[in-house]
């Protein structure tokens, strides 16, 4: 006779809403488990089970006697899908203590950083009760973190982390995940840029985003922005990385622009929060639930030096067909419940990082009309694309400061020479190029966008900034930076180890400057002693030196860049504090 197998008891706290119901189907499609579904309304949990299976059970986490009523159920693995985390007053783990006391193992699916980040509390409790508990176990960190695990693989450092979630505007909307949003949007947001902590508001950096390769079933164009996720925290220490960013976005413009404007009510200080508009934002997105689309999509993106130190960027993309992308924030717990099960869990409290493979994720998802694909991209950054191979023959001080895959600062010394035409210093003020100094403190911050490259240089207290992009095809040299009104076209050439910028010619308002209007430039990059330096001379015909600047630059340190704790990314555009790691002049 074969020896029946134990079922192990699962208990489900918000087993019917959007993400705990889909945990429920996932797990009662396996007769390894007996699957309660709890909440506080027996009616809704009875009308769930009545369609999917199961059995229905009213547990209420504020109740006086929420520990006993656990207990009374004897879980196996207590799950806390309910939420919003963000909203837990009181005592935050006081579900997975009740679990801990009655001998049960404990996930929940926490999408708030702090409260991921803080279950280690109970680490000691857990290791004594040979149970595991583990939080975040959801899209992020869990599945995220398992596509970080993978991707990482081929990189000996990494310099960014960006996931980005995009459902489809069909996909049901709990009332928790929207009030979840709206508590975020507008309020201040941690993030971690270049190894500097800064602050945004939430749902800010609006930015589109295309998901997949176009025509091969991704995603087209859509709007995300910035929002809170324990990724923020955790991956910074975790994975060592310089930056890490998460968005989030909504399928129709009219909805996500629309809470992009919402957001300025509390970015302003007219309102506090939009938490209590979530029921009647609610309804209104039901309303207009038939538009859009019923698919999604989630990405995670890692860039940073492969293996023989060249830039490199990978992604891991999921894109989800037919509604089944509300699916995806179980599966991670359907992969631990089962993982649990066969004790091949480590006991302790932790954040769920690392905890399963994208393999064991991929045959979780085998039911859904899901589909996963990795891809790789060799020059991801803009002066790779420009210059082609000759990227590789750069001196590695140079590739370092045009390796920028969002953010990177620089700091230095340098010296400023002008002109003596009053006609030149006119137009000097005007572009904001710096004063005359026989030395000055100069930092440069460079940001990455979908179109090129934006650099702020600032001189002491003097900043100007400029746009730069590919004019033309990957490989030519060919890059045209832009001040204000005035484009430049620049052909870059690496010769005897300098990387040249001369300005061919140059536009105002779209018309074509004249050669008497145009600036000459003798423009070179170099390394010495293993140090990037610049020697930037710029004259005009009929006029002659408008300004001369040449020094050193080096990778800035966070601690030059912080005074103290989290600051605003405004304040990094150009602080005369921002001082270099060393104080040699400059090189005349």
């Known amino acids: 006779m074969t020896e029946a197998v134990s ?62 009523a656990l207990a009374a159920l004897s879980p196996f693995i207590t799950v806390d899908a309910a939420g919003p985390f963000q909203a837990y007053g009181g005592n935050l783990y006081r579900v997975a203590e009740a679990a801990l006391k009655t001998g049960s193992h404990y996930l929940d699916l926490a999408d708030d950083g702090a409260f991921t980040r803080g279950i280690h509390a109970l680490d000691r409790q857990a290791k004594a009760a040979g149970c595991v508990v583990l939080s975040g176990v959801s899209s992020v960190p869990a599945l995220s973190s398992a596509a970080v695990e993978t991707l990482k693989t081929d990189f000996t450092r990494l310099d960014l982390i960006e996931s980005t979630i995009l459902p ?45 390769r176009a025509g091969d079933g991704g995603l087209p164009p859509r709007w995300s922005s910035f929002i809170g996720a324990p990724d923020l925290i955790l991956f910074p220490d975790h994975y060592g990385a310089r930056t890490v960013l998460f968005r989030a976005g909504l399928e129709l413009p009219l909805m996500h ?31 207009l639930k038939p538009l859009g689309t019923d698919r999604g999509g989630m990405e995670v993106r890692v860039c940073g030096s492969d293996l023989q130190g060249r830039p490199l960027s990978r992604c891991w993309t999921l894109i989800a067909e037919a509604g089944d992308g509300p699916h995806i924030p179980a599966v991670a717990a359907t992969v631990l419940c089962e993982r649990i099960s066969g004790d091949a869990v480590q006991p302790g409290a932790r954040p769920c990082l690392g905890e399963f493979t994208l393999r064991e994720a991929d045959a979780a998802m085998a039911p859904l009309n899901v589909r996963t694909f990795m891809s790789a991209d060799t020059r991801p950054t803009l002066f790779q694309q420009v210059l082609g191979d000759t990227f590789a023959n750069l001196p590695q001080p140079i590739q ?3 390796t920028v895959y969002d953010r990177r600062h620089w700091a230095g010394q340098a010296k400023v020479t002008r002109g003596r035409s009053l006609l030149g210093n006119l137009l000097c ?99 010495t002693d293993d140090r990037f330096h610049f020697d930037v001379k710029l004259s005009l015909p009929g006029i002659g030196l408008l300004v001369h600047y040449q020094g050193w630059l080096e990778e800035a340190r966070p601690e030059d860049l912080r005074p103290s704790g989290a600051v605003h990314a405004e304040a990094l555009n150009c602080r005369p504090g921002v001082t270099p790691r060393r104080t040699e002049r400059a090189e005349p």
């Open 7 to 68: 079922t192990r008891r699962m208990v489900i706290l918000g087993g019917y809403g959007v993400f705990g119901g889909r945990l429920a189907e996932a797990l009662l499609r396996s007769s390894r488990f007996e699957v309660i579904v709890a909440g506080r309304s027996l009616e809704q949990a009875e009308r769930f089970c009545a369609q999917t299976g199961g059995t229905p059970a009213v547990l209420d986490r504020e109740a006086a006697d929420f520990p006993a």
């Open 168 to 212: 489809g505007n069909r996909a049901p909307r709990g009332l928790s995940v929207i009030r979840a949003i709206l508590a975020q949007a507008g309020r201040p947001l941690v993030i971690t840029r270049d190894g500097i902590r800064q602050t945004v508001s939430g749902w800010s950096g609006l930015r589109k985003r295309r998901l997949g």
């Open 257 to 287: 622009l629309g809470l992009w404007g919402l957001s300025w009510l509390v970015r302003l200080g007219l309102i506090r929060s939009l938490e209590h508009a979530a029921k009647a934002l609610q309804w209104t997105a039901n309303r």
């Open 400 to 402: 370092a400061l045009h």
């Open 429 to 527: 003020r005007m572009v904001g190029f710096p004063p005359e100094a026989a030395e000055t403190p100069v930092s440069v911050g460079i940001d990455r966008h979908q179109d090129g490259e934006t650099w702020r240089r600032c001189f002491g207290s003097k900043a100007f900034t400029s746009h730069l992009c590919a004019r033309d095809d990957t490989g030519s040299g060919h890059i045209r930076e832009r001040f204000g009104l005035v484009r430049f076209d620049i052909d870059l050439h690496l010769e005897d180890g300098q990387l040249h910028y001369p300005v061919r010619r140059g536009t105002l308002l779209g018309l074509p400057l004249p050669k008497w209007l145009l600036p000459v430039s003798a423009a070179t990059e170099f390394v």
